[in-house]
């Protein structure tokens, strides 16, 4: 009787022992695993996932381990192996992105917000799993924008030609005009043969309408002193001006046809 009450003590302190670890100190099972979380993807590919969640390593600040990219399509790959008892998930894809396809281990429903799409899922009793591939479309608005600068700086091009060549013509027109008035002044007088600051000095002459000192056309014409005397000399031997000695300076005339 001794020995069997004393195993029946050791049976009761085993029974005890289980009963209080049960009790007090459970084990993290799989089935303890949740997750309510909020999952952003930027245009670069950048993964941030935030929200409630005991698991140890399913909640990240940033990382591209979770994508990657072949020509214009994207692959986003979250997959947790363990058992969940209960996860929600709401994925926020970037602006512009179309979806080809979507597999996740719970249920889920496509929606979109402000341009937008997102993905929310919910799953019991499962692993953790969502893959999307996708495509990012240029954004029309930003398109748009460019082709206005473009045909806004086309605009200004054309309106700088139009005006540089109205300009041009406008002071050709003048340049005629005075030309024009030149050859009514000049028509009293031969100027074929003259050099250019010979004719300078007879439109000088013109247009002041008196004689001048050989100095006054110097300084008016800015032309060194000996080139000044060399075309007078050569105007007077042409016959078209006439010089008069005066003190030590010479006065310079027009000769009367």
Do not use: C
């Not at 002041?208 to 005397?229: F, H, N």
């Amino acid at each position: 009787m001794g020995v069997k009450n004393k195993y029946m003590h050791k049976i009761l302190l085993i029974t005890l022992i289980l009963f209080l670890s049960i009790t007090f100190f459970p084990s993290v099972s799989a089935d303890d695993y949740y997750a309510d979380i909020s999952i952003d993807v930027d245009d670069s590919g950048f993964v941030k996932i935030d929200g409630i969640t005991n698991h140890p390593d399913l909640l990240v600040d940033e990382t591209e381990v979770y994508t990657s990219k072949k020509q214009s399509y994207w692959l986003l790959n979250i997959t947790k192996d363990e058992i969940f008892s209960d996860f929600v998930y709401v994925l926020t894809l970037p602006e512009g992105s179309s979806i080809n396809y979507v597999k996740s281990s719970g249920l889920i429903r496509i929606e979109e917000d402000f341009g937008n799409l997102l993905i929310k899922g919910f799953g019991q009793n499962k692993s953790f799993s969502v893959t999307v591939q996708y495509q990012i479309k240029k954004n029309s608005n930003n398109i748009f924008a460019f082709e206005l600068n473009i045909s806004t700086i086309l605009l200004i091009l054309i309106i700088i030609i139009i005006i540089s060549i109205v300009t041009i013509l406008l002071i050709k027109r003048k340049n005629n005009k005075i030309s024009e008035k030149i050859s009514d002044d000049y028509k009293d007088y031969n100027l074929k043969g003259l050099n250019e600051r010979q004719k300078e000095i007879i439109k000088l002459l013109i247009d002041r309408k008196r004689p001048l000192t050989q100095s006054d056309i110097q300084k008016e014409l800015g032309i060194p002193k000996a080139a000044i005397s060399r075309n007078i000399h050569g105007l007077e031997l042409k016959g078209l001006i006439e010089k008069e000695k005066i003190g030590m300076s010479n006065l310079i005339r027009l000769k009367k046809h």
